[in-house]
């Protein structure tokens, strides 16, 4: 079965809306493979991100990740990497279509809720990274 990696952000979870995003992935058809509620330190954030390494707002989106509790899963389903992005919608807000994640519950790119892999090479680079 294809796999994602999904994870709420500080911001997700500090507003309460981790069961409704999990809802969310379970309505479209997804099944829950695993899930953890737990604190990122640097050096995981850093690795997360490092493909942003050179851009301006790395330090201050590591800040962010790290600020609190972030939601993690591993959600299966045919085409996972896909359909999960397809739902959380776009990267800025501003962009994100109503009905997906983000057009529906954030209004700023570096608050944009939710994270989700995009492609199946890093899907398995991050599972490894969080589920070890
Ligand atoms: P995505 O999360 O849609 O895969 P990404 O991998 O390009 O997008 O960037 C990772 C995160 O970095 C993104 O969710 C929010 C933050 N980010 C991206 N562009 C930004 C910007 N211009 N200013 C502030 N934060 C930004
Ligand atoms: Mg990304």
Redesign the pocket.
């Known amino acids: 079965m294809d796999r994602t990696f999904v994870m709420v952000?500080p911001d997700g979870v500090a507003r309460g809306l981790t069961g409704h995003i999990v809802s969310r992935f379970e309505e479209k058809g997804f099944k829950l493979a695993a899930a953890k509620l737990m604190q990122l330190d640097r050096m995981v954030a850093e690795e997360h991100?490092d493909?942003?390494r050179s851009?301006?707002?790395f330090d201050?989106?590591v800040d962010?990740?790290t600020s609190g509790p972030v939601f993690a899963m591993v959600l299966e389903g045919k085409d996972a990497v896909k359909n999960a992005?397809s739902l959380?919608g776009?990267?800025?807000p501003s962009d994100a279509l109503p009905g997906t994640i983000?057009g529906d519950y954030a209004i700023?790119?570096?608050?944009?809720i939710?994270?989700?892999?995009?492609s199946e090479d890093n899907a398995e680079r991050e599972i490894n990274l969080y589920f070890h």
Request: aromatic share 12%; proline share 0%.
């Open positions: 952000k991100y493909h942003l851009k301006v707002f201050e989106l962010f990740i992005r959380i776009a990267t800025n983000r700023d790119v570096a608050s944009n939710i994270h989700g892999s995009d």
